[in-house]
Structure formats: C-alpha cells, structure tokens
T-cell receptor
Framework: GAGVSQSPSNKVTEKGKDVELRCDPI?????LYWYRQRLGQGLEFLIYFQGNSAPDKSGLPSDRFSAERTGESVSTLTIQRTQQEDSAVYLCASSPGWGSYNEQFFGPGTRLTVL | GENVEQHPSTLSVQEGDSAVIKCTYSDSASNYFPWYKQELGKGPQLIID?????GEKKDQRIAVTLNKTAKHFSLHITETQPEDSAVYFC??????????FGKGNQVVVIP
C-alpha cells in the first residue's frame, strides 16, 4: 500500500518568507509526527498529533513554527519568516495508534533550504 | 529530557564481518528502544526494536541487546552485505509518543 508522502520534496526559499510543508500519512494511522533533521545530525522531535489534537508541542523551536492536522489525514507544518538556521530536512511519520510501541513509518522528507 | 548518544559515528567493515553500534541513554524511565536504518534520500525505516523487559532480540542477521543497569543498548549486524551500508539511528522513549534519537552512525560495508 501507499506509504507516507511529503511535498514538496525540495523547497528553496528566501530568508523572511513563509513556507508550508505537507504530509500525507498512511490511511488509517491515527498518530502523526514531525521531525527536523539537520545535516549530519539525528532527528529532532517537533510535534505529534493524535487525531487532529496536538498533545505535545514542546519540540517546536520557536513561535515561528506551527502545525495543524485535518482529522486523521493530512498535516501541514508552517514556518513563518524563515531563517537560515531553519535549513534542514523535515520528516513526517505516522503510526497506527497511540504509544511509542507503535512503529513509526517515515516519509522521504522535505529538504528546506533558506537562502 | 532524554539524551541518547551513539558511537562510533562512522564504522567501516569488510563484507561478511560483523558490525556493532552502541548507544547510551540517560533517562532510566525509558522503556522502548528502536533502531532505524536510513538510506540515502529516504526516510528512516524501523529494523528492530526492544522493550525494557527483554535483554536481547534477534531477527535473522540483526540483533539488539539491552543493558538496563548500564543504560546502554547495541545493534549487532552479522554477515554484513553491501546493502547494509546506511545510516543507523538508535532511539529511546518512555512510552510517551516521543522518541529521542541519537545522531546516527554511518556504516560502510566494503565489498
């Protein structure tokens, strides 16, 4: 079946512009996660959704970052007034249910470059 | 919060040899430890995981061992093959939906 998809695959933007990154989870997966991966680094947790509720937003690095999810479907991560330090690969994952014991299935990521 | 450290950062092995990657974690409440493999241009993929009530788990050529007292866990790959070349990430969680990842380990299998 279809896996997690993300769009765009690459995004180049100028400093100060807003960007929207999209994630389509696996159908039926109730949990959705966003991570940031800087070059040569591990995955940095940003936020997760259970349904369309976000119980844990503490990983968002600043108030320029926000995310929303429509039902148990698509999610968008928005970065306002982008800065060069926002350059990274943004990964989305989904899992079938609640709790960390559920495998997280990752998308291919969106590579964001802020000039 | 949880701090996961992973070493060595790069590991080169001859095809057919074994590879071992070690991770340490800081939070004794962590109880779930997955390993992910990331190939170039792709998202990470779960390859094996272990819960804190188990000391070792095997799946064909891959095994994970956990030492709760020392707070470290290791990934063992036997009979390495070129397709094992990738970046491997360990992670730890307290069951709160939040995985803390290590920085990754580049494994290179030399044919």
């Amino acid at each position: 079946g279809a896996g997690v998809s993300q769009s765009p695959s690459n995004k180049v933007t100028e400093k100060g512009k807003d960007v929207e990154l999209r994630c389509d989870p696996i159908s039926g997966h109730t949990a959705l996660y966003w991570y940031r991966q800087r070059l040569g680094q591990g995955l940095e947790f940003l936020i997760y959704f259970q349904g369309n509720s976000a119980p844990d937003k503490s990983g968002l690095p600043s108030d320029r970052f926000s995310a929303e999810r429509t039902g148990e479907s698509v999610s968008t991560l928005t970065i306002q007034r982008t800065q060069q330090e926002d350059s990274a690969v943004y990964l989305c994952a989904s899992s079938p249910g609640w709790g960390s014991y559920n495998e997280q299935f990752f998308g291919p990521g969106t590579r964001l470059t802020v000039l | 919060g949880e701090n996961v450290e992973q070493h060595p950062s790069t590991l080169s092995v001859q095809e057919g040899d074994s590879a071992v990657i070690k991770c340490t974690y800081s939070d004794s409440a962590s109880n779930y430890f997955p390993w992910y493999k990331q190939e170039l241009g792709k998202g990470p993929q779960l390859i094996i995981d272990i819960r804190s009530n188990v000391g070792e788990k095997k799946d064909q050529r891959i095994a994970v061992t956990l030492n709760k007292t020392a707070k470290h866990f290791s990934l063992h790959i036997t009979e390495t093959q070129p397709e094992d070349s990738a970046v491997y990430f360990c992670a730890a969680s307290k069951g709160n939906n939040r995985l803390a990842f290590g920085k990754g380990n580049q494994v290179v299998v030399i044919p």
